[in-house]
Antibody, heavy 121, light 109 residues
Framework: DVQLLESGGGLVQPGGSLRLSCAAS????????MNWVRQAPGKGLEWVSSILDDAATTYYADSVKGRFTISRDNSKNTVFLQMNRLRAEDTAVYYC??????????????WGQGNLVIVSS | EIVLTQSPGTLSLSPGERATLSCRASQSIISSYLAWYQQKPGQAPRLLIYGASSRATGIPDRFSGSGSGTDFTLTISRLEPEDFAVYYCQQYGSSPRYTFGQGTKLEIK
């Protein structure tokens, strides 16, 4: 079975940093793009970042560009989200999600359980 | 930037009824890049429909998607108690790569 297990969330002060991890199993990780999607408390879904299977091609939402960095380690089946210069508005549950196909854009078919990040002093 | 507008914001129906949820894009999008998700409280989203009309693995056939251009629809033919949730449409584009609609809450009447 496909599993995505997230870790690394928690409470951080404004301006601080946090690194989220998402460990994947049950599929050939190196063949698929991976994504981070977040959901602020009581709000809708917001796409944050994506990384292609090549580990070199990355995309970011304008709201996090220059502050967040997505990366992956295909040897460890893990995708990361390094979050720097965190703001209160970054407070959200962060989900990692797998692309359904090798190419982006055809749906995200598996999601992690979500990891809460709270940015507050 | 393409904006997705979902309507209605809240839909109140009874089990057994038919639900029709709308997703309208601010400009024409490629149908292959339109997906629908279901999210229940405290859970991660679940992929229902991809390519505007194809059901994801394990999704019951009471769920169907249709549409093209700027207007897309998710239809649930006969509501089951477990279908009451929030539904999001999503599109893939150039910038930003992904956009979600604001969601439609389907609640029990």
């Amino acid at each position: 079975d496909v599993q995505l297990l997230e870790s690394g969330g928690g409470l951080v002060q404004p301006g601080g940093s946090l690194r989220l991890s998402c460990a994947a199993s049950g599929f050939t990780f190196s063949n698929y793009g991976m994504n981070w999607v977040r959901q602020a408390p009581g709000k809708g879904l917001e796409w944050v970042s994506s990384i292609l299977d090549d580990a070199a091609t990355t995309y970011y939402a304008d709201s996090v560009k220059g502050r967040f960095t997505i990366s992956r380690d295909n040897s460890k089946n893990t995708v990361f989200l390094q979050m720097n210069r965190l703001r209160a508005e970054d407070t959200a549950v962060y989900y990692c999600a797998k692309d359904r196909r090798v190419l982006m854009g055809f749906g995200m078919d598996y999601w992690g359980q979500g990891n809460l990040v709270i940015v507050s002093s | 930037e393409i904006v997705l507008t979902q309507s209605p914001g809240t839909l109140s129906l009874s089990p057994g009824e038919r639900a029709t949820l709308s997703c309208r894009a601010s400009q024409s999008i490629i149908s292959s890049y339109l997906a629908w998700y279901q999210q229940k409280p405290g859970q991660a989203p679940r992929l229902l429909i991809y390519g505007a009309s194809s059901r994801a693995t394990g999704i019951p056939d009471r769920f169907s998607g249709s549409g093209s251009g700027t207007d897309f629809t998710l239809t649930i033919s006969r509501l089951e108690p477990e279908d009451f949730a929030v539904y999001y449409c999503q599109q893939y584009g150039s910038s930003p790569r992904y956009t979600f609609g604001q969601g439609t809450k389907l609640e029990i009447k």
